[in-house]
């Protein structure tokens, strides 16, 4: 599989989808978009999420500059652009919220139209 490597400014989107598909990138950005949180309330709510696969990904986020560690107790939270971002993926959450698992025990969400 190839890599995006985001030279061009025609293959941003692939970067972009090179960094955001990663595993709990997005989860992050969902879990920061309600406010700042510490570490240990973001890995509470990040379930089987180790806590170094955590400190991974928030490093990976910061230098992306989509999240900053803030204040006296270093609480993570979106930057103007981790906020944009959770903007754009709103439609996404809405879309999932209409969908649920088949009950088969596979987990696969099915498409039904809202027609």
Same mark, same amino acid.
């Given at each position: /599989?190839?890599?995006?490597?985001?030279? *061009?400014?025609?293959?941003? #989107? +692939?970067?972009? #989808?090179?960094?955001?598909?990663?595993?709990?990138?997005?989860? !992050? !950005?969902? &879990?920061? &978009?309600?406010?700042? +949180?510490?570490?240990?309330?973001?890995?509470?709510?990040?379930?089987?999420?180790?806590?170094? /696969?955590?400190?991974?990904?928030?490093?990976?986020?910061?230098? @992306?500059?989509? #999240?900053r560690k803030n204040g006296p107790r270093g609480a993570y939270e979106l930057?103007? *652009?981790?906020?944009? +971002?959770? *903007? @754009?993926?709103?439609p996404l959450w809405d879309w999932s919220e209409n969908r649920t698992p088949t009950g088969d025990g596979n987990g696969?969400?099915?498409? =039904?139209?809202? =027609?």
């Amino acid at each position: /599989m190839r890599s995006a490597t985001g030279d *061009e400014p025609s293959q941003a #989107i +692939l970067a972009s #989808i090179d960094l955001l598909g990663q595993r709990w990138m997005l989860r !992050v !950005v969902w &879990e920061l &978009e309600p406010g700042p +949180l510490g570490f240990l309330d973001l890995r509470r709510r990040m379930g089987n999420c180790s806590s170094s /696969m955590l400190s991974d990904r928030l490093q990976q986020l910061q230098s @992306a500059a989509l #999240i900053r560690k803030n204040g006296p107790r270093g609480a993570y939270e979106l930057t103007t *652009e981790g906020a944009l +971002l959770a *903007e @754009a993926l709103q439609p996404l959450w809405d879309w999932s919220e209409n969908r649920t698992p088949t009950g088969d025990g596979n987990g696969r969400i099915p498409w =039904r139209p809202d =027609r």
